[in-house]
Nanobody, 115 residues
Framework: QVQLVESGGGLVQAGGSLRLSCAASGTIFSFNVMGWYRQAPGKQRELVATATSYGNTNYADSVKGRFTISRDNAKNTVYLELNSLKPEDTAVYYC?????????WGQGTQVTVSS
């Protein structure tokens, strides 16, 4: 059984920064993809950024240059640095771990950016 535990959300003013963390535990194959998705009220969940265990990263256009994803494979942990935050970044951020075709999700952490 795989579990994901997120931390680091909160309230920040526009232009501020936050750092999210997500630690995975359980049976995890060496090759996997970890990432972050977000869901704002009334909107569908959308991809923010992903990182493979080989180090390849992918970002949504809306966060390129502002957010940075990184991971510590030894700790099965993924991080998301959120900089230059905008009110439109307000959402619940979900950690995701994909092993082959199976997706695991964290419980979500709220990020609120005030103008």
């Amino acid at each position: 059984q795989v579990q994901l535990v997120e931390s680091g959300g909160g309230l920040v003013q526009a232009g501020g920064s936050l750092r999210l963390s997500c630690a995975a535990s359980g049976t995890i194959f060496s090759f996997n993809v970890m990432g972050w998705y977000r869901q704002a009220p009334g909107k569908q969940r959308e991809l923010v950024a992903t990182a493979t265990s080989y180090g390849n990263t992918n970002y949504a256009d809306s966060v390129k240059g502002r957010f940075t994803i990184s991971r510590d494979n030894a700790k099965n942990t993924v991080y998301l640095e959120l900089n230059s935050l905008k009110p439109e970044d307000t959402a619940v951020y979900y950690c995701n771990l994909r092993i082959r075709v199976v997706n695991y999700w964290g419980q979500g952490t709220q990020v609120t950016v005030s103008s």
